[in-house]
């Protein structure tokens, strides 16, 4: 499908369902989709499970999203910050649950979902906490981790760059999860800084092709 | 470049530094980050943890090489950011703005951690709770009922870097040993930390015990009148 040039964010966020799974791009605020967050938190879906490396700093973005009680699920790598106040008040208050993932497997996990990977064995965890319960195999003399794949209902993301077909380029390491996110989810929608005339941008450096990307909206059109 | 975890206790003792008992202890910790960083090959490419790890950064010499990773995609990471440098879509893996140098690369986060899992990094250095003989490293989670956990990349850095140098105190603030028989801790990874460096020594975990390489204002029968471990003296 071409990808939808979105006249505000709020279109860009359009029909997200009670009881999605969104993929939040960001890793602390580099690369975080702060105005896709706030048009999420107006358009009122509920019961969300949120898929992001953290689980928001201070009080905007994700974390704004989290402190208006819409998600019933973080998933995530390193929820506790020093800022992460939000997150920690729901998590104490039993108000949120939390599934920690360790980085790597978080973002491979995700990268098995757009690759059409069923699951994989991966040596990080292995003995922990956060192996248990999950099937363990020893592989050239070395445990294991059977890990399946993390897919989005929708994948919220920044990016820098988009052309009107819909590739995108990011600008240093605000890139994190975004091209990895921008394969797993049905619907992925990138909040990017300037849209530019299709060829525009050099082939050989566009990170993420347009066939990955649904809808894409500029900054500041919130 | 010594690519083999097993020889990590071959590598001979540092020549130029002071031999046991030469040096008043403990050390401070940025005398702990300046043996870290003495100890890192030329030309390798590293990531330092979060936290006191990364200050191992600040005493690499001019020409050592380096290339340093940060886990939120990118390599040949340069120093923190200041003033006009400052630029929010470059931070590293403690989210503080840094800089980047002449050849530096990012990728996604995916790559990122394929560079970690892969044996691709020659080093990271990370911080502990504790580290046990056989190498087992805690360094995520106290295991407290009312604690938030939070692992970010630790897992994957312990099992994916070819050495693993862990910096500690080694001893709690109550006196209690955080090089132990078996980690009581939540682990980070099994087997691990090959080298821990500390304020009063540093110790090569080998499959034969715990080496004793250097110590400092103690020896090594004192340390092990303080730890609840054999202790191997270097070159025994």
Known sequence: MTTQLCAD????????????????????????????????????????TVVSNNAGNGDTGLAALLAEGRVRKVICSFPRQRDSYVFDGLYRADRIELEVV???????RMRAAGAGIGAFYCPTGAGTLLAEGKETRVIDGRPHVLEYPIRGDVALIGAHRADRMGNLVYRKTARN???????????????VREIVETGAIDPETVV??????????????? | ????????????????????????????????????????????????????????????????GVVLHTENGMLNMGPAARGDAVDPDLTNAGKIPVTELPGSAYFHHADSFAMMRGGHLDVCVLGAFQV??????????????????????????AIGAKKVFVMMTLFTRT?????????????????????????????????????????????VDELAGRLDLPLLPLGG
């Open chain 1, 9 to 48: 964010a709020d279109e860009a966020v359009a029909g997200i369902e009670d009881g999605s799974t969104v993929l939040v791009g960001g890793f602390g605020m580099a690369g975080m989709p702060v105005a896709l967050i706030d048009a999420l938190i107006r358009q009122g879906a509920k019961d969300l």
């Open chain 1, 177 to 191: 999860f975004g091209p990895v996110m921008a394969t797993a989810a049905t619907t992925v929608v990138a909040q």
């Open chain 2, 175 to 219: 006196g209690a040993p955080k090089l132990v028989p078996r980690c009581t801790y939540p682990l980070t990874g099994q087997g691990c930390a090959d080298r821990v460096y500390t304020d009063h020594a540093v110790f090569d975990v080998t499959p034969e015990g715990v080496v004793v390489r250097e110590t400092f204002g103690t020896s």
């Open chain 2, 132 to 157: 046990s003989a056989a190498g087992d490293l805690a360094n995520w989670h106290t295991g407290a009922p009312d604690a938030i956990p939070a692992v970010g990349g630790a897992m994957d850095l």
């Open chain 1, 208 to 222: 993420t092709p347009s066939i990955y990307v649904d809808r894409v909206v500029q900054e500041g059109t919130a």
């Open chain 1, 102 to 108: 360790p980085q790597g497997s978080l973002a491979e």
């Open chain 2, 1 to 64: 470049m010594n690519t083999d975890r097993s020889t990590a206790q071959e590598v001979p003792a540092p020549q130029d530094t002071p031999g046991p008992q030469d040096v008043r202890g403990p050390l401070g910790q940025d005398d702990i980050a300046a043996l870290v960083a003495r100890d890192i090959p030329h030309g390798s490419f590293v990531n330092l943890g979060i936290g006191r790890p990364t200050s191992v950064a600040d005493h690499l010499p001019a020409g050592s």
